[in-house]
């Protein structure tokens, strides 16, 4: 009787653990539909509205004490920066659907030595994200990637990336760049102030685009002549008018 009782004792543990694990498992399900929810409709909004601020510029405004920032459309941006920022960051841009499966080989080869991200998983690292390597970073941003290229157009992930890029310590996105490095509107960039602006990416902090030394100035030399043939082969055709 005892030895009866004790199985039914045990059976009703085993009952109770198996129906707890199954509604942990409903909770966890629901809260990572939920998750996906709320990022499916914030990279939805932000196909149309101005991105307000990101997660790096709150923390750089927290930690410097201010950032220089002004969100302009595409159309008040040089065609010479967005050219010279796609031929620097992604020449393939208007050819891949977030990942240059071409670069990330060549980075693997190179033993990660150099980098494989495109200027569309810059944007989401940028604008939905926080900075540094982490591997929950990494996941996400290989998530919401092909999300945000399925909803938005090449143009507006150019457009968003210029926007909310790094161009020195607390400056972000191509107008105030424009303005801090050489006073002008980024809509009145040349083709070498924007080349200098793309070389300093993406290491704003250590580089300078009005004070270029040698190494900023040899890369944007490099970055006008890539300019020029995604010009002429046709690379430039998603995003240039």
Known sequence: MARTHRKRTKKT???RLQRII?????????????AAALITVWVAAYAIVPVPTTPYILSERIRLGT?????VPIEDISVHLQRAAVAAEDANFCLHWGFDMAAIRAAIDAGAARGGSTISQQTVKNA????????????LEAAIT???EALWPKQRILE???NVAE??????????????????SAADLTPIQAARLAAVLPAPQA???????AFVRDRAAAILDGAATIRADGRDACFAN
């Open 67 to 71: 950032a220089e920032r002004e969100w």
């Open 22 to 34: 199954a509604l942990l498992r409903r909770w966890i399900f629901r809260l990572v539909l939920g």
């Open 128 to 139: 939905f994200l926080w900075h540094g390597r982490s591997w929950p970073r990494k996941a």
């Open 13 to 15: 543990r085993i009952s």
């Open 160 to 162: 968003v990336y210029l």
């Open 146 to 148: 092909p999300l945000m």
């Open 167 to 184: 161009f020195d310590e607390g400056v972000f996105g191509a107008e105030a760049a424009a303005r801090h490095h050489f006073g002008v």
């Open 207 to 213: 580089r300078s685009a009005s004070q270029p030394g």
